[in-house]
């Protein structure tokens, strides 16, 4: 049986700036954090920076598209010569912000993969869906868009993050019970597809987490590490909740 390597994952989201990716490399460097993949998501113009410094580091976003008329837009695989190993797809802020939907998710996580890049697919149901006890259906329609696309061997080379939407940015984090128990649904799902993959898959949950509320989430069975917003700009605070994966 593979074990699962514990992951944090910082992402910045439009925030940082030099003087952060160097404070935030010192710190990361001193802890000596062996036990956990650390990568950090800084905005665009701060990757080689932060790449600079020896921190593993992603992008927030790729293009689905390859090359040409699209201003603005990232292709995955200067991503990934600039020294990226990781890039997120389909987070809560690109679906509800930029109107990322399911399948053009689906075609950035394929882009992601094809340039090398692993992609981290971010999935999560709103407040009002887990109201109306939409949770699982939510976030088996996020995955399955991908699955469907591109078959469950994809999720091989890939990460998931559980972010419900609710607790992002809003410091009402999931409870270690909650978050167990979605997790638990994405690996049972995945394992009906193909057991292996399902059992090394990392699955990291997102959404408020801090110093206080890494401890006990990432001891959960399927909690695999955690996808860290606000409190991932305080180098203090990250490497605190890096070390409580360890
Ligand atoms: C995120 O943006 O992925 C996130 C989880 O943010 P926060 O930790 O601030 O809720």
Redesign the pocket.
Known sequence: MKLRKKMVAG?W?MNGSVELVNQMANAVKAAELDNVDVVVFPPFPLLSNAINTGLNVGSQTVSHEEAGAFTGEVDASLVYELGCKYTLVG?S?RRSLYGESDSLIAKKFARAQSSQLIPIL?VGETEQEREQDLTESVISKQLDAVIDDLGVVSLDKSVI?Y?PVW????GKTATPEQAQQVHQFIRTKIAALDADVAQSLIILY????NESSSELLFAQPDIDGG??????LKPDSFVSICQSAQ
Not at 167 to 170: E, L, S, V
Not at 227 to 232: D, E, I, N, P, Q
């Open positions: 992402n989201k987070h802020e971010c993050a972010e607790a992002i940015g809003t997102g959404g408020s987490v996808l860290v917003g606000g409190a991932s």
